[in-house]
């Protein structure tokens, strides 16, 4: 995978995020995990494309380490919004798939990164520190 098809990834993974919060109960619990989920589920792809733009190695893994943490509290608001019964796990089975499998491609490319290696994910990052 490229830096665009992840970049491309990232932003649909938002979009669906965005329709999940819609999906929520209008109570005070959906509107609050929805805010919470919103945010961190819609920054991962921010944080990515910002990583893309990197002056040097360190901004890019460190950017892409924010990235991971934000998709890695997606991730567990899914959890949450699952365990709770809010929408039914089957709904949520393949966007909770998807997040995992931005969290493994984010971690393992920051781990090629820090190792020095050059990573698909990563083609568009400083040349000059690469």
Known sequence: MDSRELRDRTRHFAVRIVKLTAAL????????????????GTSIGANYREA?????????????????????????????????GLLPTERLAEIRQECDELVAILASTIRS??????????????????
């Open 25 to 40: 109960p209008r109570d005070y619990v959906g509107q609050t995990l929805g805010r919470q989920i919103l945010k961190s």
């Open 52 to 84: 893309l733009r990197a002056s040097t190695r360190r901004h890019f893994t460190t950017t892409l380490e924010i990235a991971l943490r934000e998709a890695d509290e997606t991730l567990y608001w899914i959890e949450v919004i699952a365990e709770s």
């Open 113 to 130: 990164t820090k190792d020095g290696k050059r990573h698909r994910t990563h083609d568009a990052s400083p040349q000059s520190e690469i």
